[in-house]
């Protein structure tokens, strides 16, 4: 035989070299191949260093410097900065130096705090001991120093440090197990294989021997996918070959389980593994409100270029009669004044510039860091969020998106470790038509302590002839799996079993599913002990040991969705045993009680559960061989392997006899379903991401409230396409939700009307990666895939994404991201394989969970549980994001108040560019009389008890898609501080025109009348805000009082003292004397209550006329402050009521309910109990003892039908 031509073929077909772009040799022990075999060439790889921080202590400064001065006022601040130190300016260079200085500090050691810790977390896994044979021994040498090439000694429960290529095993078979649950999200057990020719070296010595090479590919991020070949190097000239496929390779951060040791060969290190290729790198994430803050800085900028340049041409219009030449106190040089037009009239621009560019908050952005950071920290405060099993708060690892929380409009989620607990139980199975339930129902009997189960459809006993169907239901279950028996040894070194009754033997399998189902099995009656020498053991009821040669295994796939196997019995009979889904199941059934079976497993899917159908049949030898023969032919074939198995599969399994099913809970985590039920009611769109199989990530979905029972399920998977084209598919479904739903947005269909049908959406990796293609072939109309299939998943409630690749999360998320509505999202996580759309999604939160901390360690916020996601959102995201919108419009509300007067002002001084304001107060106006209060208030504020935000999810809509920084309300703001600015100057100007202040005849001079100004100034904006707060606490009183007494205290200490290190005393006694005067008083009490009025009306009139839910709870919250035992129903509050009251407040008896209220649960009614404020849902109720002429009223409450819940 010509072995070369063997050799070429398995090059071709099984290492796919035809489309290999680039590889790498690797030499196993950095051992050089036989002289005259091949030529060495030692290439260079990276270390095995992992890096999740962004900055190096070289590079962090300049990094960090060049980020923060991307923000448009940090580099507008250093630009007036630098103008101040050219020009000769009306205020010192320290005025806007200082404050830009305490930002960028501040900042950098916020920023550099969060990348010391990441440096902390990089350098714990980087320094972490493994083991590594060097010259024939086992030495121990830190992570970071592994290299390509060393040969590595991995033992039990120990993580894989770099991508490695299985060379030998402790298992004789040369295979091991692994659980990849960080990677893939699979917790369960996977099979690897060890290259044939070395999987009996086992020790040191033995490698020290093995000269052989590995010809691979370059690292690419697919976890599924891996092509190389192996050359070993025998005494003779040529090498054996083998092909290297997935199967051989170990991945970075998975775990060696159920095998004392295993040795391998670093084949991909550091940042080239899959694990690290599969992370996004790091960005600077921006939140939607600090783009807002940016576009309104930007209309602030030209705002104030449109003031400075306004003043200047005023100015030289002004200077144009030669009776009104620049004034001789200015004190301008001769040279200053023959210098040229353009030149003075550009320096008196940047003069304006400098004098009117306070209107530019700097000091916002020291307060919104401050706020963010402190903020932070009531989230690890928070006692609802702390879990007592693992000792864990919530962490903050970036406090830059607090507010983000508050804007979240999709949720994309990880399945295994986030929704659930990933840990499975049989529930019940079902034979002809008899339920078992282990420890409760066994032969159609209810055992004793089985308390509270349900009934239904529980038949007799099943008598004898159905006692032999009974126990080959359960030897089916106990021989078709996959399963293997992890035997651990006691102290006395005697391995116990689980035949031996003890507990400390356990089961792994890649499919929990199987494990639950040995285990329920187990609790039945019949054991699974081991598979021994190819036989497989069990223990029947009678304590019996039954053997059975395991011959053939079908394994589980999704497209055929069932597995079988072939044994043997002692007896010399051969069985065929096969479990799946019932769609794959019943039509290969030719008899047994299908119609009992079909009832009860449509019962148990309703419920949520996992079901699996599970039959048989017997083979004759003759069947056996044939069997054989075509099993043989399909695994031997070199070209479309999978499709000639495939096919012979589908010969093989059919005529079956149906025995029954089986129904597997997989435990949800705690309040997961209410915690989706509330995001979804908040206006969120949730999407489950995972790697797992479609039918565990459905069951899971129903199981989590993701799809409902009235949920019309679209399948976009590879099953499907394979029978229709992409192109008609994609059409397909879109015509089906647009006929529903036609162009609803997400506004106003929540996927929870009961109007419209509720559409839910399932896709699989390989149909994504299709949608995604740049360039569609064969689609010849030129329509956009990616278009189509974002529009069908806007119209879906839920979506479901199985079988991902850990990019292909990230790319859904980005495709959300950039879509033309631009949502805001979220994704979460607890593994290494969602890191990807953690780093992607605006806000990324991770789980501390069961799957290490990669995901916790690069997210934005970590948690313990997804139950804590509803608070994280509903509450502290609405908190933050209220609190920092009022912050934004504040401080830009006081800017305007502030400069606005300065710039009339030039319209009374010649346009000289003479101050209103003392310099003093110019520099601490927002350093320290008007920071104080807005801080406080973004860190307390609590417009709405957060029992209530928790309650009702609804309330989120009205802060959704950043509705409190719109342009409106920013136009609002900056109009009402145009108003009160105005007001503040000429009410001064025209109450003291011509007028004599003081007892002696005095008139106030230019700086009496700018303190007197900036006095009004200072306690209105700081009474609105006072006017603004909903939540009082001591400390609020003491901060704004405070703030206003300390400017007392100072402008009396300012001007009531000679200041030796100045060289002026212009301030001398100007307080004083101002508030020495009657009319002053009078006029500040004045001004102070005609520019609160308006904003007071207004809102006023609008609570009265167009209340929001919000404005309506908080009414109802004041109303019945103090009063005992009274109720008020709330059910109203989120639409406009239908009833009709009189001027006694009888409620018309004639109302009817709206098809839209036809939804609504119960009614809450507000209650104050004992003391203590509460909200809590009543049915109906009663009012006892009221005058008679109001019992329509009461009566209309006690109405049945469903209501609203708050």
């Known amino acids: 035989?010509?072995?070369?031509?063997?050799?070429?073929?398995?090059?071709?077909?099984?290492?796919?070299?035809?489309?290999?772009?680039?590889?790498?040799?690797?030499?196993?022990?950095?051992?050089?191949?036989?002289?005259?075999?091949?030529?060495?060439?030692?290439?260079?790889?990276?270390?095995?260093?992992?890096?999740?921080?962004?900055?190096?202590?070289?590079?962090?400064?300049?990094?960090?410097?060049?980020?923060?001065?991307?923000?448009?006022?940090?580099?507008?601040?250093?630009?007036?900065?630098?103008?101040?130190?050219?020009?000769?300016?009306?205020?010192?260079?320290?005025?806007?130096?200082?404050?830009?200085?305490?930002?960028?500090?501040?900042?950098?050691?916020?920023?550099?705090?969060e990348d010391w810790i990441r440096h902390k977390a990089d350098n714990a896994i980087n320094q972490c001991p493994v083991h590594a044979i060097q010259h024939g021994k086992v030495i121990r040498k830190q992570s970071q120093k592994l290299r390509v090439g060393d040969i590595v000694q991995v033992k039990e429960d120990e993580t894989f440090p770099c991508d490695l290529i299985l060379l030998s095993s402790s298992r004789e078979d040369g295979t091991c197990f692994v659980t990849t649950a960080s990677l893939d999200g699979e917790s369960s057990h996977k099979t690897y294989y060890a290259v044939q020719d070395t999987k009996a070296f086992t020790t040191a010595e033995e490698f020290d021997t093995l000269h052989s090479t590995i010809e691979c590919e370059q690292p690419q991020p697919d976890l599924y996918k891996y092509v190389g070949r192996i050359n070993i190097y025998l005494d003779r000239d040529e090498p054996i070959a083998r092909p290297l496929g997935s199967e051989n390779l170990l991945l970075r951060g998975a775990t060696l389980k159920n095998t004392e040791f295993i040795y391998a060969v670093a084949i991909y290190t550091g940042m080239e593994s899959k694990m690290a290729l599969n992370y996004q790198s790091k960005s600077q994430k921006r939140s939607a409100v600090e783009k807002s803050m940016n576009a309104y800085l930007i209309v602030y900028l030209c705002i104030l270029i449109s003031k400075a340049l306004i003043n200047t041409v005023l100015k030289y219009v002004w200077q144009a009669d030669p009776n009104r030449d620049e004034p001789w106190y200015n004190q301008k040089t001769e040279n200053e004044r023959q210098r040229h037009v353009l030149i003075r009239a550009f320096t008196d621009f940047l003069a304006y510039m400098v004098l009117f560019n306070y209107i530019i908050p700097v000091s916002m952005y020291v307060t919104v860091e401050m706020q963010k950071f402190l903020g932070s920290y009531f989230i690890q405060w928070d006692d609802d969020m702390f879990d007592e099993e693992i000792g864990e708060r919530p962490l903050v690892n970036t406090s830059d998106l607090n507010e983000e929380l508050g804007q979240v409009e999709y949720v994309f989620t990880d399945k295994t470790g986030t929704l659930t607990e990933n840990n499975m139980e049989l529930k019940e199975c079902c034979v002809d038509g008899h339920v078992y339930v282990p420890h409760a129902i066994c032969n159609g009997q209810i055992l004793p302590g089985a308390v509270g189960m349900d009934m239904d459809m529980i038949d007799s006993s099943p008598g004898v002839d159905g006692k032999e169907r009974e126990e080959l239901f359960f030897r089916a279950l106990c021989l078709c799996h996959t399963v293997q028996v992890k035997e651990e040894e006691t102290v006395d070194g005697i391995k116990r079993g689980i035949h031996q009754g003890k507990s400390t033997s356990s089961y792994i399998s890649s499919s929990p599913d199987e494990v639950a189902l040995v285990e329920g099995m187990q609790r039945l009656g019949f054991t699974y002990l081991r598979l021994k020498d190819s036989h497989m053991e069990i223990l029947n009821r009678e304590d019996e040991m039954e053997r059975f040669e395991l011959l053939e295994v079908l394994n589980f796939d999704s497209v055929r969705r069932r597995m079988s196997v072939i044994v043997r019995s002692s007896t010399g009979e051969y069985y065929m045993f096969c479990k799946g889904a019932d769609s794959s199941i019943f039509p290969r059934v030719v008899s047994g009680k299908v119609e009992q079976v079909r009832a009860r497993v449509e019962h148990n899917a309703v419920e949520g559960l996992r079901t699996l159908c599970v039959a048989y049949k017997k083979l004759s030898q003759v069947e056996y061989e044939d069997v054989c023969r075509l099993l043989n032919c399909a695994k031997l074939a070199l070209q479309d392997r999978d499709k000639k198995l495939a096919e012979a599969y589908d010969v093989i399994e059919k005529d079956f006899i149906l025995l029954g099913a089986t129904a597997v809970e997989d435990r949800l985590q705690d309040k997961a379903a209410d915690t989706i039920e509330s995001l979804h009611k908040a206006g969120m769109k949730v999407w489950v991401l995972t790697g797992d199989k479609m039918e565990t990530a459905a069951a899971t979905c129903y199981a989590s409230k993701l799809f409902h029972r009235s949920t019309q399920i679209l399948e976009l998977t590879t099953k499907r396409t394979e029978e229709q084209s992409l192109h008609d598919v994609l059409f397909d479904l879109s015509r089906t939700v647009l006929r529903q739903h036609g162009s609803m947005t997400r506004d106003t269909f929540s996927g929870l009307s009961g109007d419209c049908q509720d559409y839910g959406l399932i896709i699989d990796g390989a149909t994504l990666s299709a949608i995604l293609k740049p360039n569609q072939e064969g689609n010849r109309n030129g329509g956009n895939y990616k278009e189509i299939f974002l529009e069908i998943c806007r119209n879906c409630s839920a979506v479901l994404c199985c079988r991902m690749a850990p990019l292909q999360k990230a790319q859904i998320v980005k495709m959300i991201k950039t879509s033309k509505e631009h949502p805001i999202t979220l994704a979460i996580g607890d593994g290494a394989n969602d890191v990807s759309m953690i780093l992607e999604a605006h806000v990324g939160i991770g789980i501390m969970g069961k799957e290490g901390r990669q995901a916790a360690r690069n997210s934005d916020y970590a948690i313990t549980k997804f139950k804590h996601l509803k608070k994280m959102l509903l509450v502290h995201g609405h908190y933050y994001y209220i609190r920092i919108a009022e912050l934004v419009q504040y401080f830009f509300y006081k800017n305007v108040c502030f400069i606005f007067p300065q710039f009339l002002y030039q319209f009374f001084c010649g346009f000289s560019q003479q101050p209103l304001y003392d310099t003093a107060y110019l520099t601490l106006y927002n350093i320290s009389f008007t920071s104080l209060p807005i801080l406080l208030y973004s860190l307390m504020e609590q417009h709405i008890n957060m029992d209530i935000l928790k309650r009702d999810p609804s309330l989120y809509r009205d802060i959704a898609k950043n509705s409190l920084l719109r342009w409106p309300t920013f136009i609002y703001w900056t109009f009402l501080g145009l108003f009160d600015a105005t007001v503040f100057f000429f009410g001064a100007f025209f109450l003291f025109d011509n007028a004599t202040f003081t007892s002696n005849g005095q008139m106030f001079g230019n700086w009496t009348f700018g303190t007197l100004v900036f006095t009004v100034l200072v306690f209105t904006v700081t009474l609105k805000l006072a006017l603004d707060t909903h939540y009082w606490t001591w400390i609020n009183h003491f901060v704004i009082w405070g703030s206003l007494l300390f400017y007392v205290i100072f402008s009396l200490l300012w001007g009531g003292i000679i200041w030796p290190f100045l060289n002026y005393q212009r301030m001398y006694y100007v307080f004083m004397q101002m508030l020495s005067s009657g009319p002053a008083w009078l006029s500040i009490i004045l001004l102070i209550i005609v520019s609160l009025l308006p904003d007071v009306l207004k809102k006023v009139f609008c609570r009265a006329m167009w209340p929001t839910t919000t404005e309506k709870i908080q009414n109802a919250d004041k109303l019945y402050m103090g009063h005992l035992s009274e109720f008020t129903p709330l059910s109203s509050l989120h639409a406009p009521s239908a009833r009709k009251h009189n001027r006694h407040g009888e409620q018309s008896q004639n109302h009817t309910h709206r098809r839209s209220d036809s939804s609504r649960p119960k009614k809450l009614m507000y209650a104050y109990l004992g003391g203590r404020r509460d909200y809590r849902t009543f049915s109906s109720f009663l009012r006892i003892g009221e005058n008679p002429r109001f019992s329509g009223a009461a009566y209309a409450f006690t109405a049945p039908g469903p209501e609203t819940s708050v």
């Open 1 to 113: 035989m010509d072995f070369s031509t063997i050799r070429s073929l398995i090059t071709r077909y099984c290492t796919g070299e035809e489309n290999w772009v680039d590889s790498r040799t690797v030499y196993i022990g950095h051992k050089e191949p036989p002289s005259g075999t091949e030529a060495y060439i030692p290439q260079r790889f990276p270390d095995n260093r992992i890096i999740s921080s962004k900055y190096t202590f070289w590079n962090f400064i300049p990094k960090n410097l060049f980020e923060q001065f991307r923000r448009i006022a940090n580099f507008y601040f250093l630009i007036i900065f630098l103008v101040q130190l050219i020009i000769d300016t009306p205020t010192s260079p320290m005025t806007s130096g200082l404050p830009l200085f305490f930002v960028i500090t501040v900042t950098a050691i916020k920023q550099g705090y």
